[in-house]
Structures are given as structure tokens and as C-alpha cells.
């Protein structure tokens, strides 16, 4: 029913950009909540950045000021634009698409229910 493709990751050196791309094919008119998440091999997927229905956006701590997310409706597809990159924001990163009212949940603790396949970002030293 709803199907996500990421594309844009790359090996960079820090202080370097990417610019990560979300394609979504879905029935569904518009999401409550869309979001980028990352996660390292045996650790826990993170939410890095969350848009809402609005253009409301949150962003984790780690990224804010150097990750911009953002949508582009017609185009039916979410963006993540990463600026002066770290060594630490080495992960795969994925998109995730929420769809479905939950009443009172902002999109930073959104019980995401579809996911994209990955796209790795690797940032050297």
C-alpha cells in the first residue's frame, strides 16, 4: 500500500553534504508524520528529524542546526539535506512514513508503520 525508496547516501569527508531523497507511492492522500531515522549496525534505530502534516518539524539534538528536513507534496517526497557532517552520523538512514491519526502524539513519538529499505552515509575523518 505505501512503498518508500531512499537515495543520496555516499562516503564523505567531514564538514561535507548529502542530501538524502524519499520517494513515496501511496494511495494515501498525505502522512500525519514523516521522518528520517538512522541506525549502526547492533544499535537501535534513532529518529533524527520528523515533519508533520503543517511542516512542523523536530529534530534530535545531535543534528539540529545541521539537518534540514523538508516535503514536497507534489512531488510526493521527503528530503534531507545534511550539512557539516560528522564521523558520527555514519549509519544507514532510513525513511519512514506514518500513516494514521494518533491524537496527541507529536511525530517524535509517532509509532511509525512503514518503512524505507536504507541508504548508507558514510562520513570519514
Known amino acids: 500500500q505505501v512503498h518508500l525508496v531512499e537515495s543520496g547516501g555516499g562516503s564523505v569527508q567531514a564538514g561535507g553534504s548529502l542530501r538524502l531523497s524519499c520517494e513515496v507511492s501511496?494511495?494515501?492522500?498525505?502522512?500525519?508524520?514523516m521522518a528520517w531515522f538512522r541506525q549502526r549496525p547492533g544499535e537501535e534505530r534513532q529518529g533524527v528529524a520528523h515533519?508533520?502534516?503543517?511542516?512542523?518539524?523536530i529534530y534530535s539534538d545531535s543534528v539540529k542546526g545541521r539537518f534540514t528536513i523538508s516535503q514536497d507534496n507534489a512531488k510526493h517526497a521527503i528530503y534531507l539535506q545534511m550539512n557539516n557532517l560528522k564521523p558520527e552520523d555514519t549509519a544507514m538512514y532510513y525513511c519512514?512514513?506514518?500513516?494514521?491519526?494518533?491524537?496527541?502524539?507529536?511525530?517524535?513519538?509517532?509509532?511509525?508503520?512503514?518503512w524505507g529499505q536504507g541508504t548508507q552515509v558514510t562520513v570519514s575523518s
Open positions: 501511496t494511495e494515501t492522500a498525505s502522512s500525519s508524520c
Open positions: 519512514a512514513g506514518g500513516y494514521g491519526i494518533q491524537t496527541g502524539v507529536p511525530c517524535d513519538k509517532y509509532d511509525y508503520n512503514h
Open positions: 515533519i508533520a502534516r503543517g511542516r512542523r518539524t
